[in-house]
């Protein structure tokens, strides 16, 4: 009987363990830090823009500059996004002139500009902070979450990967090129769940 007795204890314990862990797992993937849909930007008309607006759509996310050794990397935008937005995917830009100021237009010289020069049809925003205490919102959640190295962002063409769901799956360093396999691979994947 009191086997019987110790059995049913040790039971329920590792029921509520397991309970418990599962709901720890379940907070862990749905954290909000994870998630971009809650945070809204502006775009070049300064029309706020809610990122949740995007759910559905696969995102890369990125800090542009005109004046940077980085700055051809538009073109590898652009044929990365003529080639993967009919099946679901978006670029969403933002001009940042935090490294070496190369970023000093306004928002209508740097549409000018990638338009004249790289044909950029990809979606523009306002320009933004994405270092120090005036970082936005946006940069906060990418450089600080739970799923991608945390840290600030360390120069002009660093690219995130958002999921449909708008939760954050990887991060990209400038050296690597948007047409690069490890980028189209990691689109393409996420394109297809």
Do not use: H
């Not at 314990?13 to 907070?27: P, R």
Request: hydrophobic share 35%; with cysteine.
């Amino acid at each position: 009987m009191i086997k019987k007795i110790l059995l049913i204890t040790v039971l329920i314990a590792l029921s509520q363990l397991l309970a418990q862990e599962k709901t720890t797992n379940i907070q862990k993937k749905e954290s909000p830090m994870d998630n971009i849909n809650d945070i809204s930007v502006l775009d070049m008309s300064n029309k706020e823009v809610k990122l949740s607006d995007y759910n559905g759509k696969v995102l890369m996310i990125v800090n542009v500059a005109s004046e940077c050794g980085s700055t051809p990397q538009y073109k590898g935008l652009e044929e990365i996004y003529k080639e993967y937005n009919p099946q679901g995917f978006e670029i969403l830009a933002f001009p940042c002139n935090d490294f070496g100021e190369q970023e000093p237009g306004t928002n209508e010289q740097i549409q000018n500009f990638c338009t004249s020069k790289y044909n950029v049809t990809f979606k523009l925003f306002d320009k933004i902070k994405v270092l120090g205490e005036d970082k936005s919102p946006l940069y906060e959640r990418l450089t600080n979450n739970s799923v991608t190295e945390k840290g600030d962002v360390k120069w002009n063409f660093e690219k995130f990967l958002i999921s449909k769901e708008g939760e954050i799956v990887k991060r990209f360093r400038t050296k690597i090129e948007p047409t690069s396999d490890e980028i189209i691979s990691a689109v393409e994947k996420e394109l297809k769940k």
